[in-house]
């Protein structure tokens, strides 16, 4: 017996909405409907398989900068003697660092964009992009840092994507070995003072901004979060003196430096970020540590891999992982009960993310629950386009970036490394929900056409969810553009 | 002033009996202020060049502006000038009501434009210090001090603990006013939260309804000031604000008169004049501080424009500053008198012109100042800035 109501909480709850005529696809079985993309081979949508590899961001990145130190030095030299004329050369310098970044890169990002967002709005496999964006979130990579702005979109794909079906432990181990973390939470800058670049000064990596010397002493940003927010959560009881251990077994977890006729050289790069990792012996603090009461004696990156499965095994990390998953599928405050046999099922399986999901699929609450998940801009987005059937968004344009920026979600440029915020209060600002509302009056006038009726939109999107009151309001609308507005607004289309 | 003030008491007591609702029923009034952050460099000797030192032509040479004619400065005190766009910012120094202050300047002395906005808006000499503004930081000890931020991000100088909200203009299309009513109904009718958040939303977008209408992206200041002034005003509004303005950084063609300078000096004293217009009567609380992040060379480069420098001017605006005067411990522009050779020496620190601002006029104690606002050491507000 089809079931519409069941149907339409699978499409919207766990995907991003239906695409026409889904609904009734879904019908027959809701439930295994989500349940087979969980365990089904994934396979790489042709848009993010075309992006560049994570050598490729990084050697354009290091290319650039060459090329400013280049034109700088350059420049320097042919103005010869005068002062007035160098310090000339020098305002310009500064004054077309930004836009000569904007301009290398702008093709790039906008691109990365929308291959997220076509992917997400052409697959046959919502849930396992959501997955994939909620991974991706968990692992913040921003690029709102410079130095590691090039970089979101490959770690999301080499950690999130290529993880989303697997063990916890292997994510996590992946994220701390990619380019894009080891250089957003600086573990590139952290020496141990023990090491041999630390008593020396040889190898130690220089401090950012030309100004500073050569660094010699720990950073602990990235074990810092590790456990914050990665692992077991900021108030799983771990000490300061946890950090540090973590962080010097962490030291010395770096990046491959880029070879210097590879910088020179036009060549695409084509390593993933696994294959630009390199733990530098040099770099790591020497000698046992004790994280969380267990000993850890030093056997170089085993030591850290040692310390990063143990942390995945903690039942603070299941209880974390396992709220954190549902508040972002089911509700703002969700359900103990799906909490707790989420992460029973996670330490049954040693960390099986899809043992762990479906924990929460099988839990009649997450069924139950009304529909009140405030939408997240891009979700919105991407749900608009999949009720529309988008197939394609022109490669370079950058109207879904704009607009994402405009409703306050820049793709891949989240604050900072706690992410996105996942709860309605974070989105139901005036301002947000205004330029939301704008957003579907766009939306609206760009694809009204005669062929485009808001009423049937309404009944394949939303089938059984649609209100009485939106339904009146389509009906009573005063053109065909009011009517999508109506509709792309409507509450309905707001929450999942 | 107490003698003012008592006769202001009985003729609001006459008022009393014939407008009770203008008089005593009045809201108490509030100090306002207004930061506008000139991003890019803004050349103080541009804006107010001072015609009265006998080195100025020489030094300014391609840069200074002819005695007479057309684009000949606006006179001030015989020694400084305006430059001619500044209209408006010249009635106000008439009416005593424009303070200039001159070879003022921060503690960062390097030329990166991000680093030097980020020790002016934080208010240290090193550019990432902490990540707190000194607005926030003064708003945060002051009782129900709230900012406001016009434009797209909160800028630096109001980021921190202290509350503060923010409203940009659209880059979006309004939806037609018919289908806002349509869609608060349908909230209304099954989504409280979201009714909530549109009706809010709306109103603020409609209380700055002429913006959608071609502010331009940055280069107008008018229609974002008259925003600003609008929020201000409202009795229960924000009591500070923060703009910005960028397209200070010429490195080129800086004298002409329909160059960028112009133009900048033009939007900004346009800006000046719609945010007094939109403050009303409120204008007469009203300090508006208008910085930059650093000076520019005082000759002139290869290219018709100036290059990143040192000291700048800066402009104390509202009918609460003792203005109509020009506040300079004036360096000099010998070759020996310029900072590194080449700049206009900083004799005048910005921070403590800030701080005698934010303790005459908004009542930010001593200790706030010297301990959360500017905590470099050596802070000396400078007093008398405001009217008595």
């Given at each position: 017996?089809?079931?519409?109501?069941?149907?339409?909480?699978?499409?919207?709850?766990?995907?991003?909405?239906?695409?026409?005529?889904?609904?009734?696809?879904?019908?027959?079985?809701?439930?295994?409907?989500?349940?087979?993309?969980?365990?089904?081979?994934?396979?790489?949508?042709?848009?993010?398989?075309?992006?560049?590899?994570?050598?490729?961001?990084?050697?354009?990145?290091?290319?650039?900068?060459?090329?400013?130190?280049?034109?700088?030095?350059?420049?320097?030299?042919?103005?010869?003697?005068?002062?007035?004329?160098?310090?000339?050369?020098?305002?310009?310098?500064?004054?077309?660092?930004?836009?000569?970044?904007?301009?290398?890169?702008?093709?790039?990002?906008?691109?990365?964009?929308?291959?997220?967002?076509?992917?997400?709005a052409t697959s046959d496999a919502p849930v396992l992009e959501r997955l994939v964006h909620f991974w991706?979130?968990?692992?913040?990579?921003?690029?709102?840092?410079?130095?590691?702005?090039?970089?979101?979109?490959?770690?999301?794909?080499?950690?999130?994507?290529?993880?989303?079906?697997?063990?916890?432990?292997?994510?996590?181990?992946?994220?701390c070995r990619h380019p894009g973390m080891l250089i957003y939470l600086d573990n590139v800058l952290s020496v141990g003072p023990n090491s041999s670049a630390g008593l020396t000064g040889r190898g130690a990596p220089r401090a950012p901004g030309g100004a500073g010397g050569q660094v010699r002493d720990i950073n602990e940003n990235l074990a810092r979060e590790v456990l914050e927010l990665h692992t077991m959560g900021v108030e799983a009881g771990y000490t300061q003196a946890d950090v540090q251990a973590l962080a010097a077994i962490l030291s010395g977890w770096t990046v491959d430096r880029p070879r210097r006729r590879d910088i020179l050289s036009d060549q695409a790069g084509e390593r993933s970020g696994d294959e630009l990792f390199r733990f530098d012996e040099a770099l790591h603090e020497p000698?046992?540590?004790?994280?969380?009461?267990?000993?850890?004696?030093?056997?170089?990156?085993?030591?850290?891999?040692?310390?990063?499965?143990?942390?995945?095994?903690?039942?603070?990390?299941?209880?974390?992982?396992?709220?954190?998953?549902?508040?972002?599928?089911?509700?703002?405050?969700?359900?103990?009960?799906?909490?707790?046999?989420?992460?029973?099922?996670?330490?049954?399986?040693?960390?099986?993310?899809?043992?762990?999901?479906?924990?929460?699929?099988?839990?009649?609450?997450?069924?139950?629950?009304?529909?009140v998940k405030f939408r997240?801009?891009?979700?919105?987005?991407?749900?608009?386009?999949?009720?529309?059937?988008?197939?394609?968004?022109?490669?370079?344009?950058?109207?879904?970036?704009?607009?994402?920026?405009?409703?306050?979600?820049?793709?891949?440029?989240?604050?900072?490394?706690?992410?996105?915020?996942?709860?309605?209060?974070?989105?139901?600002?005036?301002?947000?929900?205004?330029?939301r509302v704008e957003f579907a009056s766009e939306m609206a006038e760009r694809f009204a056409g005669a062929d485009l009726r808001a009423s049937a939109l309404a009944e394949a999107w939303l089938g059984p969810l649609l209100s009485a009151a939106t339904r009146r309001a389509l009906q009573q609308a005063e053109s065909p553009a009011q009517a999508l507005t109506l509709l792309f607004a409507a509450p309905e289309m707001q929450r999942r | 002033m107490c003698l003012s003030r008592r006769a202001m008491l009985t003729a609001a007591g006459f008022a009393a009996l014939s407008f009770p609702s203008f008089a005593f029923g009045q809201t108490p009034r509030r100090a306002l202020f207004?930061?506008?952050?000139?991003?890019?460099?803004?050349?103080?000797?541009?804006?107010?060049?001072?015609?009265?030192?006998?080195?100025?032509?020489?030094?300014?040479?391609?840069?200074?502006?002819?005695?007479?004619?057309?684009?000949?400065?606006?006179?001030?005190?015989?020694?400084?000038?305006?430059?001619?766009?500044?209209?408006e910012t010249h009635r106000l120094y008439a009416a005593r009501q424009a303070l200039i202050v001159h070879a003022v300047g921060t503690a960062y002395r390097e030329r990166s434009h991000f680093d030097a906005q980020n020790s002016l808006e934080i208010g240290l000499a090193t550019p990432h210090g902490r990540d707190t503004g000194w607005l926030n930081a003064a708003l945060g000890?002051?009782?129900?001090?709230?900012?406001?931020?016009?434009?797209?991000?909160?800028?630096?100088?109001?980021?921190?603990?202290?509350?503060?909200?923010?409203?940009?203009?659209?880059?979006?299309?309004?939806?037609?006013?018919?289908?806002?009513?349509?869609?608060?109904?349908?909230?209304?009718?099954?989504?409280?939260?979201?009714?909530?958040?549109?009706?809010?939303?709306?109103?603020?977008?409609?209380?700055?309804?002429?913006?959608?209408?071609?502010?331009g992206r940055g280069r107008n200041l008018a229609p974002l000031a008259r925003a600003a002034g609008r929020f201000l005003r409202d009795p229960e509004g924000p009591m500070a604000a923060v703009l910005e303005l960028g397209g200070w950084d010429t490195h080129a063609a800086q004298a002409t008169a329909l160059g960028p300078f112009s133009r900048a000096l033009r939007s900004l004293d346009g800006g000046v004049l719609a945010l007094r217009e939109a403050l009303g009567t409120a204008w007469d609380d009203t300090v508006v501080a208008v910085v930059t992040e650093f000076g520019r060379t005082?000759?002139?480069?290869?290219?018709?424009?100036?290059?990143?420098?040192?000291?700048?001017?800066?402009?104390?605006?509202?009918?609460?500053?003792?203005?109509?005067?020009?506040?300079?411990?004036?360096?000099?522009?010998?070759?020996?008198?310029?900072?590194?050779?080449?700049?206009?020496?900083?004799?005048?620190?910005?921070?403590?012109?800030?701080?005698?601002?934010?303790?005459?006029?908004?009542?930010?104690?001593?200790?706030?100042?010297?301990?959360?606002?500017?905590?470099?050491?050596?802070?000396?507000?400078?007093?008398?800035?405001?009217?008595?």
């Open positions: 017996m089809p079931d519409l109501a069941l149907a339409a909480i699978a499409a919207h709850r766990f995907g991003f909405g239906p695409r026409p005529g889904e609904l009734s696809a879904i019908a027959g079985d809701p439930r295994g409907w989500v349940k087979a993309q969980l365990r089904a081979p994934a396979s790489e949508p042709p848009a993010i398989a075309a992006l560049p590899a994570a050598e490729d961001d990084l050697l354009a990145f290091r290319r650039w900068l060459a090329r400013q130190r280049l034109s700088a030095r350059g420049e320097t030299e042919m103005a010869g003697a005068g002062e007035q004329a160098s310090a000339s050369q020098e305002g310009r310098q500064a004054a077309s660092l930004e836009q000569s970044y904007v301009g290398a890169f702008r093709d790039r990002f906008v691109r990365a964009v929308n291959a997220r967002i076509i992917a997400a991706g979130n968990h692992f913040t990579v921003s690029s709102l840092k410079p130095a590691a702005s090039v970089l979101p979109p490959s770690f999301e794909r080499d950690v999130a994507r290529a993880h989303a079906q697997g063990r916890f432990s292997t994510m996590l181990i992946a994220s000698g046992p540590q004790r994280l969380l009461g267990e000993l850890y004696p030093d056997h170089g990156l085993a030591q850290g891999e040692a310390a990063l499965l143990a942390l995945s095994r903690r039942p603070e990390t299941a209880r974390f992982l396992a709220f954190k998953l549902a508040r972002h599928f089911v509700s703002d405050a969700p359900p103990a009960a799906v909490i707790a046999r989420m992460a029973q099922a996670y330490l049954d399986s040693d960390g099986d993310l899809t043992s762990t999901v479906e924990a929460m699929v099988d839990s009649p609450e997450a069924w139950e629950a009304p529909l997240r801009p891009e979700d919105y987005l991407i749900a608009l386009l999949r009720s529309l059937n988008i197939q394609a968004l022109p490669e370079s344009t950058a109207w879904a970036t704009t607009a994402l920026a405009s409703m306050g979600q820049r793709p891949f440029s989240a604050p900072g490394p706690d992410g996105w915020d996942d709860t309605e209060a974070g989105w139901i600002g005036a301002d947000q929900v205004w330029k | 207004v930061l506008i952050i000139l991003r890019g460099g803004m050349d103080g000797l541009g804006a107010a060049p001072a015609i009265g030192d006998p080195l100025f032509a020489q030094a300014r040479e391609g840069l200074a502006p002819p005695a007479t004619g057309d684009g000949a400065p606006l006179l001030l005190d015989g020694f400084f000038g305006l430059h001619p766009a500044l209209l000890a002051l009782p129900g001090g709230e900012g406001l931020s016009v434009g797209v991000a909160t800028p630096l100088a109001l980021r921190g603990p202290a509350p503060t909200s923010s409203w940009s203009p659209s880059v979006l299309e309004a939806p037609e006013e018919g289908t806002v009513a349509r869609l608060q109904a349908l909230y209304a009718a099954q989504d409280p939260a979201l009714a909530a958040a549109l009706r809010a939303g709306a109103e603020t977008a409609m209380t700055a309804e002429d913006l959608a209408m071609g502010a005082v000759g002139m480069n290869g290219a018709g424009g100036s290059d990143h420098g040192q000291g700048s001017a800066m402009f104390l605006l509202g009918g609460a500053v003792a203005g109509g005067r020009v506040l300079a411990d004036w360096p000099g522009l010998g070759r020996s008198a310029l900072a590194e050779g080449r700049d206009l020496a900083v004799t005048t620190a910005m921070n403590d012109v800030l701080a005698g601002v934010l303790a005459d006029h908004l009542n930010v104690s001593s200790r706030a100042l010297s301990e959360a606002v500017f905590p470099d050491a050596g802070l000396r507000p400078v007093s008398g800035l405001i009217r008595g």
